[in-house]
């Protein structure tokens, strides 16, 4: 490199991510790309349990191998042009909660590429409410308890899955009970073993703060696995047995690429249950992104006096092109993650971090073998750490105000107890309005919470009305 290109190369940088300006380095913004990576690199194995685990209408898994390139790809490409875009170090990857109701909720109605369709339109959704200006009546409708209380409930239903998918808590055949501990009432098993251990590894690792705690934990508990195999005959391992692969830089597997249909959904699940699925993505996705853009972006001290960030229609746009790349990659949607704030603690201020994030995706691709020896009961503890995350929100929800805490209360316990997203959602909405009308404020919830609440009420009934028109 020449003395000219030396000096260039530091403006060049300057203009297009004002580092100085905002009171950064070079050094920091690629410390900040590191951090940020480590400590949600963990999406890249995660995601494909998730989803690998998930089974659609017609009895489909998806590949982990493809779902592991999927989620490696687009977490690259959004989080560079969030980067460039949006000059925040705010990384993207598929949502934890967000797959989850693509995985359990919307999938076993209709197909796969169904479902990443549904993911789709509500990507599309958002870029169009973006570029409205909807965005605000939509902030200003919904009371932040119950956005809160979605954070809440979601984060019990990731905590639930990761319980039941590790198997350390089942689903007894014929018991008195509808779950339990154990297969037999008490833990047994290595793979409970595994589970336990990487569990207490993240939260151990949290505690001290290390860096990458979640990360660390799932790959402590991968080793764990993979000596246990080894040395004992172990067959209830589910769908990833931990066996050391034959190699370990692999050719990535672009096959879910553009694997989706934009219309079946409607078709195989019906036109109402395919609006409310897909109202339910926007909304939580809309709002977290909202939720993690402000958060980080304050913690950086971007926000002007006011609280405002500038430039938050470009950030938002971007994030609503992650969804839509995310669901034609058949990744589930894609958004912001809450993980970059580990970024900025180590300095990072602009977009220049999430080009370093990008980079480790990228060469993440190239080893797709490693995610295969990864089982379920070595990534499930993850779910239950970024559960107890997202319920540490119910602080802020005011419990002495019954007529926002109850819709609260139903919005949070039918997640889990459902095993659904949008019961949850739907139930709150219903009984806010119900509980204001009855305390002779029908109006405090506006028209369009109004209309909501009656979509879902249209949505619970669905069967007796399709009944009741045959």
Known sequence: MTTAQTATVPSL???????SARGSSVQREVRGGFATFFTMAYIVVLNPIILGSGVDKYGHHLSTAQLTTSTALVAAVMTAIMGLVGNLPIAIATGLGLNSLVAFTIAPTMSWPDAMGLVVIEGLGIIVLVATGLRETILNAIPMALKQAISVGIGLFIAFIGLVDSGFVTTPKGAAVPVQLGSVGRLNGWPVVVFAFGLLLILVLMIRKVRGA?????????????????????????????????????????????????GGGFAHAGIMAAVIFVFTLILSDFFDAMGTIIGVSNEAGLLTEDGKLPGIGRVLLVDGVAAVAGGA???????????????????????????VTAGLFVIALFLTPLTTIVPSQAATPALVVVGFLLLTQVKDIPWDDWEIAIPAF?????????????????????????????????????????????LFAVYFAIDPIQRALT
């Open 410 to 454: 139903l919005t949070i316990v039918l997640m889990p107890f459902t095993y659904s997203i949008t019961n949850g959602i739907g139930a709150g909405f219903i009984a806010y309005v119900v509980l204001k009308a009855a305390s002779g404020r029908f109006r405090d919830p506006g028209v369009l919470l109004w209309v909501i609440a009656a």
């Open 329 to 355: 990659a058949s990744t589930s949607s894609n958004t912001c993650f809450i993980e970059s704030a580990s970024g900025v603690g180590e300095g990072a201020r602009t977009g220049l971090a999430n080009l």
């Open 214 to 262: 979640i990360l660390l934990g799932i790959i402590g508990a991968t080793i764990l696995a993979v000596i246990i195999n080894e040395v004992a005959t172990v067959k209830n391992w589910g769908l990833t047995t931990p066996k050391i692969p034959d190699k370990i830089v692999g050719k990535p597997d672009f096959g879910l690429l553009g694997h989706f249909s934009i």
């Open 13 to 19: 940088l300057e203009r297009v991510f004002a580092i």
